[in-house]
């Protein structure tokens, strides 16, 4: 075990990004971790030691990395912090939004070292956010013996369903869906219109409604089919969801279709949550408010990791 340990933090050093080449650059001044299980705060050791068990399924909300701007580096620079913590007790596996799941096969052969990393990019049709910055975590469950999963349905499905509808699709657009695909629930809803209402007519909002659900069931369902018959053989292991924030919050959307699809099976496994928050300054007020339960919603994840920035 200890040398494998090793061998992981050497890889994932020597493999670092430009980016985190400077001493402490990617890393925030001041960081806790609330526990909202326990109402307790936590460091990043902690956390791993007290509140991760073999078999967890952590779904990770994220801020898509679109530039190259200060927070993002930190915010992605914690997913691959987090990631390489838990590997110091078990294998970690990685399930990625923004990996389409008919690609694996590229996604495979890019982790093995049998596809360059340019032709990586354009098989998996890579667009929009900073590679860079995704880089390391999604090479590192192959050197925790872990393996990285292609998770969401193709995006010229979820377009369609999000111009024109769910029964737009054709038959060979349909087999590709997953067995189980409902319309979020009612909060997830008022949640997503809050922030598309005024942009969109009410139809396009449905239909909107209609492809995120879809981005969520699929998820899920292939973190299922991933994970699932591993049975008690994945208590050595953990399984990281990296998907986006509004994903995770609250645990209205995909953690609620992880659980619908039997991801938290008694006895095997259970699904967590977990999302950053960062603030402009550290103070008792600013940290009770980052974590502080929403009055209709509750709590905004299962561990909510409040940083501020270098600096700062």
């Known amino acids: 075990m200890m040398k494998r340990i090793c061998i992981l933090w050497l890889a994932v050093v020597a493999a670092a990004p430009a980016w985190a080449s400077g001493p402490g650059l990617d890393l925030p001044k001041n960081e806790k971790i609330w526990s909202t299980r326990d109402a307790r705060w936590l460091t990043l050791a902690e ?18 990395a679109v530039g190259d701007s200060l927070s993002e580096r930190v915010h992605q620079s914690n997913q691959l912090r987090l990631m390489t913590e838990v590997a110091l007790d078990w294998r970690v596996s990685l ?22 990393e340019p032709d990586f990019l354009r098989d998996i049709g890579w667009g929009g956010n900073a590679w860079p910055l995704y880089r390391e975590q999604v090479r590192l469950p192959s050197l925790s013996g872990g393996h990285t999963w292609a998770l969401n349905i193709p995006r010229a499905i979820s377009g369609r369903v999000g111009r024109s509808g769910p029964d ?6 349909k087999a590709l869906l997953p067995p189980l695909w409902e ?35 699929t998820m899920a ?4 089919m991933r994970w699932l018959p591993r049975g008690p053989s994945a208590s050595d292991e953990v399984f990281v969801i990296i998907a986006g924030q509004f994903h995770v919050e609250y645990g209205h959307a995909l953690p609620a279709r992880l659980i619908r699809h039997g991801l938290a099976r008694s006895g095997f ?4 949550t977990m999302v950053q928050v960062e603030v402009s300054e550290w103070s008792e007020a600013a940290l009770t408010n980052a974590v502080a339960p929403h009055v209709k919603y509750g709590a905004l994840a299962d561990y909510v990791w409040v940083h501020d920035l270098p600096g700062k």
């Open 47 to 64: 956390w791993r030691r007290f509140e991760i068990q073999g078999g967890d399924v952590l779904v990770l909300g994220e801020q898509h």
């Open 95 to 116: 399930g990625m939004e923004f990996f389409e799941y008919p690609k694996q096969d590229v996604v495979d052969r890019y982790t093995s070292g049998l596809l360059a």
């Open 168 to 173: 737009s699709l054709s038959a060979a657009d």
């Open 183 to 217: 319309k979020g629930s009612d909060f997830y809803f008022e949640r997503f219109a809050e922030v598309m209402r005024g942009h969109v007519s009410e139809q396009q909002l449905v239909n909107y409604f209609w492809a995120q659900s879809l981005w969520d069931d």
């Open 221 to 224: 369902w292939q973190a299922s």
């Open 269 to 272: 496994s259970q699904v967590k």
